[in-house]
C-alpha cells in the first residue's frame, strides 16, 4: 500500500490508471478506523481494480461548538488496518494541502438537508459536499463507496453527483454494528460503560418501528411516538430527533404505504451524539445495498 500525501502526486496516478482503463473504487473517509470503515474497502477491493481510501478528519463540516478538535485520531493503526485490507493508496492530505487558502468557492446543498442532522447542524452538508466534490476531481474514482449508517450523506451525494454530473457510481452499503446491535462509530469510544449500555436502545427501538411496519402500521406518527416512548425508557439523555421520511428524497410521508422510507434517530450523550436508522424497503425489510 502507497501512502500519498499531496493532491498532484495522487492526481498523476490516478489519471495514468485510467489512461490504462482500470476501475477505481474509492472509500472516503475521517479515520479511527472500525469495522464499518472495513467492510467498505472489502467491497471497494473486491469491485475494483484498484482500492483508494482517504483519511481527512474536514473542519468545515464541523460546527463552531462540535467536536473537531477532540475527533478520534489513530494515523498508526489505520494505516495498518488499511494495509491488511489490501487497499492500493491511502490519501491522507493535511489540513493545509486541501485548503492552502480561504475557498472563494461555496457549496450549498438545497435539499434534502433541511431534516435530521442537516436541521441539527447547520451548515455540516454544504462542508461535506465541498471536501466531497474537491476528493473526487483528485482521486477520479469509478466508484465510491459510503455507510447508510450515514444515510442522510448518502442521499445528499446521490444528489451531489447527479447534479454536478459526476461519471461516478454510488454504493451505500449496510451499516455493521456489533454483538448488541450498536452501530459501530469512532464517537464509540467517547460513550461511558453507562452510556454504551443505553445506546443499544437506538436500534431496539428502530427494529421496534420497523416491526409495527411489518405488522401493517401506516401512521409514521404513531411509530414515532412508540420508539420516543422506549428511547425514553432506556436512555436518560436528550432525544435530537426520531424521524421517518421517504428515502432517498427525505420527503415527509403521512402514510406508509409502499414506499421506500427511513427511521432515523439521533441520541445526545455527554461527549458523543449517536445516529442510527433503518432503511426499510416497500415490504418493511431492511435495506441492505444501495446501488
Ligand atoms: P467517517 O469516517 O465517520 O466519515 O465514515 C466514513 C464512511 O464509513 C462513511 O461512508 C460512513 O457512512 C461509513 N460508516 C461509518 N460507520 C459505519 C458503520 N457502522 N457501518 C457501515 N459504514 C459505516
Known amino acids: 500500500m502507497k501512502i500519498i ?9 490516478t489519471t495514468k490508471l485510467h489512461q490504462s482503463k482500470k476501475t477505481i473504487g474509492f472509500v472516503p473517509t475521517m479515520g479511527y478506523f472500525h469495522k464499518g470503515h472495513l467492510s467498505l474497502m472489502k467491497q471497494a477491493k473486491h469491485e475494483n481494480e484498484i482500492s483508494i ?6 473542519p468545515l463540516q464541523f460546527g463552531p461548538n462540535e467536536d473537531y ?19 492500493d493508496y491511502l490519501f491522507m492530505p493535511t489540513i493545509e494541502e486541501m485548503y492552502p487558502t480561504e475557498m472563494v468557492i461555496k457549496m450549498a446543498a438545497t435539499e434534502r438537508t433541511n431534516a435530521l442532522c442537516g436541521r441539527s447542524r447547520p451548515g455540516h452538508f454544504d462542508g461535506v ?17 459510503f455507510g447508510l449508517k450515514d444515510a442522510q450523506q448518502v442521499a445528499v451525494v446521490d444528489a451531489l453527483i447527479t447534479d454536478l454530473n459526476f461519471p461516478i457510481d454510488l454504493v ?12 459501530m462509530s469512532s464517537r464509540n469510544i467517547n460513550l461511558t460503560k453507562e452510556e454504551r449500555d443505553q445506546a443499544i436502545w437506538l436500534y431496539k427501538s428502530l427494529k421496534i418501528g420497523q416491526q409495527l411496519i411489518v405488522d401493517g402500521e401506516e401512521n409514521p406518527v404513531i ?52 445516529i442510527d436508522n433503518l432503511i426499510l424497503n416497500m415490504d418493511g425489510q431492511v435495506l441492505k445495498r444501495l446501488d
Open 5 to 13: 500525501k499531496s493532491i498532484l502526486e495522487i492526481q498523476q496516478i
Open 53 to 58: 481510501v482517504s483519511i481527512f478528519v474536514n
Open 69 to 87: 478538535d477532540s475527533y478520534p485520531r489513530d494515523e498508526e493503526r489505520d494505516i495498518n488496518l488499511a494495509k491488511q485490507m489490501g487497499v
Open 129 to 145: 459536499i465541498t471536501v466531497l466534490t474537491k476528493l473526487f476531481h483528485i482521486v477520479q474514482p469509478n466508484k465510491i463507496y
Open 172 to 183: 451505500g452499503l449496510s451499516t455493521v454494528r456489533d454483538n448488541s446491535g450498536l452501530a
Open 223 to 274: 411509530i414515532k411516538k412508540e420508539i420516543i416512548n422506549t428511547l425514553k425508557q432506556h436512555i436518560d439523555v436528550g432525544i435530537d430527533y426520531v424521524e421517518i421520511l421517504e428515502f432517498p428524497s427525505l420527503h415527509t410521508v403521512s402514510v406508509i404505504d409502499k414506499k421506500q422510507i427511513i427511521i432515523a434517530v439521533a441520541i445526545f450523550f455527554k461527549y458523543a451524539r449517536l
